[in-house]
Each structure stands twice: as structure tokens, then as C-alpha cells.
């Protein structure tokens, strides 16, 4: 009996020793500890992710917002452009008061939509996604001042019919001169699609005119474009402003070289095509 009590007293002591190294293993090794639950109050990394994370996704909603009225001023500023040139000796008024009636809508109901999205810092953020858009309608005003009054829309006036879209408490949105640059060197292309079909309707001196013009805008950027910090694409416009001018005094320098020989013929219901070498027809 005493054998069977001491092995049971040893095999207690046993027992309670390897449990007490077991739990004090386990309390040097972090298996006792209660797990720790994070919360947003307790956790300022959290809420700082929170912050950039509503951030972000109001920017990119704001970004689309952006591209869709962007779409809307590219798609309406080109149909004042294809007004203008609808434009003749007999109907140049008609034309161009309905031009300016569709420039206005552009202005009221689509650049507005751009300029009440885009404030304070977020003009130069979403820079890219309505750069183009803006260049298309300062390629449209700008040609429709030209053929109203034969002036130049310079940027200071663009940006001020833009203030009366924007409430005075917020920063108003500014066309940068980057953008007005573009659309000025888009403005010539159209100058020379113009210039071309004034000539064909007897125009000359109207064509030349627009030659002037275009000569003098390209001789002003040839001195400005070197200088500019963000010129690349301002620097492959150049090389096509440079053929739209030459395609205009090569037109006009024809009128005068071969004027007696085809002006008679613009607009005859009787054409003489002997100056090609080809006989008259019956």
C-alpha cells in the first residue's frame, strides 16, 4: 500500500510539473494572450487609408464625369466649325448668326458642365482628360471671331466669358495657355480649308486675307514655341500650321499667276477648259 500511495504522489508531481513548464511555454510564446481586435478608433493608419481611399474613388468619379461632358463640348464645337464653313457671299450673316447662336449653347450648356466640375487644383489633376475637348472650342471661337470680324479671340477674353458659369465663392476654371496654344494651331487648318473655298467661290481678296493671317500666327509661334517648357506637341502642330500656310499662298499665288485663265470660269455655267489643252466640248 505504501508502494502504490508513493508512485501516486510521484506521478501527481509529475503531472503538475510538466503542466506548469507547459503553460509557461505557452506565456513566453504568446499562445495565452487574448487576440487583439483592431478597430477604425483605435487605428490611425486605418483611418488615414480610409481618407485616401474615398480620395480617390470621388476623383475617378469626378474624372468620368469629366470625359462625358469633355465628349459633349468636342462633338458640339465641331458642328459650329461645319456652320462656318457653310458660309458664302450670299448667306455669310444668315450663317454666321447661327454660328454664333451654337457657339453660345456650347458654352451655356457644355462648358459649363466642365467648368462646374473642375476648381481650385482639380483643373491641372484631370488636365488630360479635357485638354482636347478645350482645344476644339478654342479652335471654334477663335474661327468664328476671325470670320465675324476679322480679329484674333485672344485667351484673356476666352477665359472671361468662362466667369459668368462659375459661383464667385469657388476658383473659377482658367483655359491654360498650353490649350489656347493648340486649338490656335488647329485654328489654322481650318483658316485653310476656308481660304480654299472663298477662292473657289471669287473671293480673292478675302483668301488673302486669311493667308495674312495665318502667316502672321505662325510667324509669332515660330518665336514663342522654342521657349516653351511642354512643346512637344505644340512642336509637331507647327510642322502642320507650316503646310496649311503654304497650301494658302500656293492657292493665292495661283489666282495671281493663272487668274485670267480660270477665275472667268468660277461659278459659269459655260466653262472653257482650253487652258488644259483639251478642245471645247459640245
Not at 508531481?13 to 483605435?42: E, N, S, V, Y
Not at 500666327?217 to 517648357?229: A, C, G, H, K, S
Amino acid at each position: 500500500m505504501l508502494h502504490v500511495a508513493c508512485g501516486r504522489r510521484l506521478l501527481s508531481f509529475i503531472m503538475t510539473t510538466k503542466t506548469q513548464h507547459l503553460h509557461r511555454i505557452a506565456t513566453i510564446q504568446g499562445f495565452g494572450k487574448k487576440p487583439r481586435t483592431l478597430t477604425t478608433d483605435d487605428s490611425p493608419i486605418r483611418v488615414e487609408f480610409a481618407q485616401h481611399v474615398d480620395y480617390l474613388n470621388h476623383l475617378n468619379d469626378k474624372r468620368e464625369r469629366v470625359v462625358k461632358a469633355s465628349r459633349d463640348v468636342t462633338m458640339n464645337s465641331k458642328k459650329v466649325i461645319f456652320q462656318v464653313h457653310r458660309m458664302s457671299k450670299e448667306n455669310r450673316e444668315e450663317t454666321l448668326a447661327k454660328a454664333e447662336n451654337d457657339l453660345a449653347a456650347v458654352t451655356n450648356q457644355y462648358m459649363s458642365k466642365l467648368v462646374k466640375e473642375l476648381h481650385g487644383t482639380d483643373f491641372w489633376k484631370l488636365r488630360r482628360s479635357y485638354t482636347f475637348a478645350v482645344q476644339e472650342y478654342v479652335e471654334a471661337a477663335t474661327l468664328f471671331r476671325f470670320c465675324k470680324s476679322g480679329t484674333l479671340l485672344n485667351l484673356a477674353e476666352i477665359n472671361a466669358s468662362l466667369l459668368p458659369l462659375t459661383e464667385e465663392s469657388i476658383e473659377p476654371l482658367q483655359i491654360n495657355v498650353l490649350d489656347y496654344l493648340l486649338g490656335l494651331a488647329d485654328l489654322t487648318g481650318e483658316l485653310m480649308r476656308l481660304a480654299i473655298g472663298r477662292i473657289s467661290d471669287g473671293e480673292i481678296e478675302y483668301a488673302e486675307k486669311i493667308c495674312q493671317f495665318v502667316r502672321d500666327i505662325y510667324r509669332e509661334l515660330t518665336l514663342l514655341v522654342p521657349i516653351m517648357d511642354d512643346n512637344f506637341e505644340m512642336k509637331k502642330k507647327m510642322e502642320t500650321m507650316l503646310q496649311s500656310l503654304v497650301k494658302i499662298e500656293n492657292a493665292c499665288f495661283s489666282v495671281h499667276v493663272r487668274g485670267s485663265e480660270y477665275i472667268p470660269l468660277l461659278g459659269s455655267a459655260d466653262p472653257d477648259y482650253s487652258f488644259l489643252g483639251l478642245a471645247d466640248t459640245e
